[in-house]
């Protein structure tokens, strides 16, 4: 692993100052904790089983979270450019995680592992920094998960898919078809019926209307 480069770390840098603003001395303290990683695609950030001791920045590329029941893959959730991944409960917790999370693009990342969270704790220059900088990792993850479980209580696949297009996602663009469709918890036929609906509306009224 190596160090992140300095035009890398300011990258970080002001993606952090949305919530919590550091000053030159403090983060030079917590910016030499941090590393960079290139994973390639198809290869795992974490793998179910493990413990997470990491928090991850995106820096280029794309990952995928999923869990496997009954021999069944299923997405949870995906993760681009300028945000931030890991599973945080085990993290926390320091309990085996549940879930993989794999580069679906050869990707990269900075990370910043629980033994320097532990550290700059205990380091009095940062250390109120540092518990805002972990407070908001969990909030930002855990508000993602919400918003995923919420929409599968109260939407439909369809619903879900309108408003990934209405906002504009990357995810539409970037990610391959049989994962939106896993995500969405359809197939493939069923998205591709969704798709020419949303589509060609006037097509489906004309029809209903015959």
Avoid at 80 to 92: D, H, I, P, R
Avoid at 110 to 121: A, M, V
Avoid at 143 to 164: G, K, M, Q, V
């Amino acid at each position: 692993m190596q160090r992140p480069s300095q035009l890398q770390l300011l990258v970080y840098r002001k993606y952090l100052e949305q919530f919590v603003v550091y000053t030159d001395e403090q983060w030079e303290i917590f910016s030499e904790e941090l590393q960079l990683r290139k994973i390639k695609k198809k290869d795992f950030l974490l793998e179910a089983g493990k413990v997470c001791n990491e928090v991850a920045f995106i820096l280029r590329g794309a990952v995928r979270y999923y869990h496997v029941k009954d021999g069944e893959e299923i997405t949870n959730y995906f993760s681009m450019e300028n945000e931030m991944v890991s599973a945080y409960k085990s993290f926390l917790t320091q309990k085996p995680s549940a879930i993989y999370i794999e580069a679906i693009e050869n990707t990269q990342v900075i990370i910043f592992n629980k033994k320097s969270l532990e550290k700059l704790l205990n380091n009095e220059q940062i250390n109120l920094k540092m518990e805002r900088f972990g407070r908001i990792v969990a909030e930002t993850l855990f508000c993602c998960y919400d918003d995923r479980l919420t929409a599968f209580i109260i939407e439909s696949p369809e619903e879900r898919y309108l408003n990934l297009l209405e906002s504009g996602s990357r995810i539409l663009t970037r990610i391959p078809q049989h994962y939106i469709a896993n995500y969405l918890g359809i197939t493939a036929v069923s998205l591709s019926r969704i798709r020419k609906r949303v589509s060609n509306p006037h097509k489906e009224l004309k029809v209903a209307f015959n």
